[in-house]
């Protein structure tokens, strides 16, 4: 099978989507498929001097873009002339909202392609800029409407989005495939230098973008008043710079309990997740977070803001606790609440171990594979 991702953004930028398609594309080289990447020539930072590249024998067109109207979005009209080049049997889009989505479907409907798309849940627009507030209604009358005329499967991560699409498409057209994680998460750590490095005491871990949806600041407040009231509790903040990592590095400032690092990948993250004790996931909105597979894998309990897709795959007290987004008296209650009690800790970290193993990317793939069969047969 010829398969071809199209998305804004890919390897080597830093994101839950980018992974996503990474992982996938890895596991359908290795199944004996050629799979092409089309994305811009971004990280979102810079621009990336290779337009072509192959990885992991993954092959990645990149296409100049011409302008830039945030952090994620970007135009990059060569992405048609790239794309149209060659016959695919499957055209697999990302991200909802954007233009090249309808480009995709165009595409292969002159081809004679399958076009399948998966949402990534961008439905909220609160700490958007108003240009791409505007356009969110743009996409909501007509952009989605026609674009999802175009696809012939609609992966959505989360039934939470299914009422949204149903605005746009019948709900047959539509298949509920979560995120997952790499099977190496499972994998224990015999020496852990992370840990030591960081010192005696307990690790609270923030591992993703700082980005203001992500509430690392709402975090920071908290972490900087526990480890002011205890003097056994460390925090860990990773992740990429994506506009607040500033304000989150002087919240904090001075305070040597509180680690800011700067982002990893691979499997390299496995022995900073085993390091912790306790994950924190602060967020105003999400999708469905593979640092939450992740963490559930690691054996971590969690404190996480019951927000769009996060309390379809993780339950109040079973996997950890809510706090609503912002509650920084919620989030210091709850993670005391878990490191005070290491009966409640261990019961959380049995039930995440065990539920992970159904978001192992080996299982996600596959059913992603069993959608392409079913369209191309």
Same mark, same amino acid.
């Given at each position: 099978?010829?398969?071809?991702?199209? !998305?804004?953004?890919?390897?080597?930028?830093?994101?839950?989507? =980018?992974?996503?398609?990474?992982?996938?594309?890895?596991?359908?080289?290795?199944?004996?498929?050629?799979? +092409?990447?089309?994305?811009?020539?971004?990280?979102?930072?810079?621009?990336?001097?290779?337009?072509?590249?192959?990885?992991?024998?993954? +092959?990645?067109? @990149?296409?100049?873009?011409?302008?830039?109207?945030?952090?994620?979005?970007?135009?990059?009209?060569?992405?048609?002339?790239?794309?149209?080049?060659?016959?695919?049997?499957?055209? +697999?889009?990302?991200?909802?909202?954007?233009?090249?989505?309808?480009?995709?479907?165009?595409?292969? #409907?002159? #081809?004679?392609?399958?076009?399948?798309?998966?949402? +990534?849940?961008?439905?909220?627009?609160?700490? @958007?800029?108003?240009?791409?507030?505007?356009?969110?209604?743009?996409?909501?009358?007509?952009?989605?409407?026609?674009?999802?005329?175009?696809?012939?499967?609609?992966?959505?991560?989360?039934?939470?989005?299914?009422?949204?699409?149903?605005?746009?498409?019948? =709900?047959?057209?539509?298949?509920?495939?979560?995120?997952?994680?790499?099977?190496?998460?499972?994998?224990?750590?015999?020496? !852990?230098?992370?840990?030591?490095?960081?010192?005696?005491?307990?690790?609270?871990?923030?591992?993703?973008?700082?980005?203001?949806?992500?509430?690392?600041?709402?975090?920071?407040?908290?972490?900087?008043?526990?480890?002011?009231?205890?003097?056994?509790?460390?925090?860990?903040?990773?992740?990429?710079?994506?506009?607040?990592?500033?304000?989150?590095?002087?919240?904090?400032?001075?305070?040597? @309990?509180?680690?800011?690092?700067?982002?990893?990948?691979?499997?390299?993250?496995? =022995?900073?997740?085993?390091?912790?004790?306790?994950?924190?996931?602060?967020?105003?909105?999400?999708?469905?977070?593979?640092?939450?597979?992740?963490?559930?894998?690691?054996?971590?309990?969690?404190?996480?803001?019951?927000?769009?897709?996060?309390?379809?795959?993780?339950?109040?007290? =079973?996997?950890?606790?809510?706090?609503?987004?912002?509650?920084?008296?919620?989030?210091?209650?709850?993670?005391?609440?878990?490191?005070?009690?290491?009966?409640?800790?261990?019961?959380?970290?049995?039930?995440?171990?065990?539920?992970?193993?159904?978001?192992?990317?080996?299982?996600?793939?596959?059913?992603?594979?069993?959608?392409?069969? #079913?369209?191309?047969?």
């Amino acid at each position: 099978m010829k398969i071809a991702h199209v !998305n804004m953004f890919f390897w080597p930028t830093f994101g839950g989507v =980018e992974e996503v398609m990474y992982e996938l594309a890895l596991r359908q080289v290795k199944e004996g498929h050629e799979v +092409h990447v089309f994305c811009s020539d971004s990280d979102k930072e810079k621009r990336i001097k290779k337009r072509y590249e192959i990885k992991d024998n993954i +092959h990645i067109h @990149r296409s100049p873009y011409w302008i830039r109207l945030s952090l994620s979005t970007h135009i990059f009209p060569g992405l048609i002339k790239e794309l149209s080049k060659e016959k695919f049997d499957i055209i +697999h889009s990302h991200v909802s909202g954007h233009w090249y989505i309808l480009i995709s479907g165009l595409i292969a #409907k002159i #081809k004679g392609t399958k076009h399948i798309h998966t949402t +990534h849940c961008p439905w909220t627009d609160k700490y @958007r800029r108003k240009l791409l507030q505007f356009l969110l209604i743009f996409n909501d009358l007509f952009l989605n409407r026609i674009a999802f005329s175009l696809t012939d499967r609609i992966i959505a991560i989360t039934p939470w989005e299914i009422p949204i699409l149903k605005r746009w498409v019948k =709900e047959d057209k539509i298949k509920v495939i979560p995120n997952g994680m790499p099977n190496y998460f499972f994998k224990k750590v015999k020496n !852990n230098k992370f840990k030591k490095k960081i010192g005696k005491g307990k690790i609270v871990l923030f591992f993703g973008r700082f980005n203001i949806t992500k509430g690392a600041d709402i975090l920071a407040l908290a972490a900087k008043e526990l480890v002011k009231e205890r003097k056994d509790i460390n925090f860990v903040f990773i992740g990429p710079d994506e506009g607040i990592k500033e304000k989150v590095k002087n919240i904090v400032k001075n305070e040597k @309990r509180i680690k800011i690092l700067d982002p990893i990948r691979g499997e390299s993250r496995v =022995e900073v997740y085993q390091s912790a004790d306790l994950f924190v996931l602060p967020s105003y909105r999400e999708g469905l977070p593979l640092t939450l597979f992740e963490a559930m894998a690691s054996g971590l309990p969690i404190v996480a803001s019951p927000v769009n897709g996060v309390p379809f795959e993780m339950k109040n007290i =079973e996997n950890g606790y809510f706090v609503n987004y912002g509650d920084v008296k919620g989030l210091k209650e709850k993670i005391t609440k878990i490191l005070d009690n290491p009966k409640i800790a261990k019961k959380m970290s049995q039930n995440n171990l065990r539920k992970a193993k159904n978001y192992s990317w080996d299982l996600i793939s596959k059913r992603y594979m069993d959608e392409y069969n #079913k369209l191309i047969t």
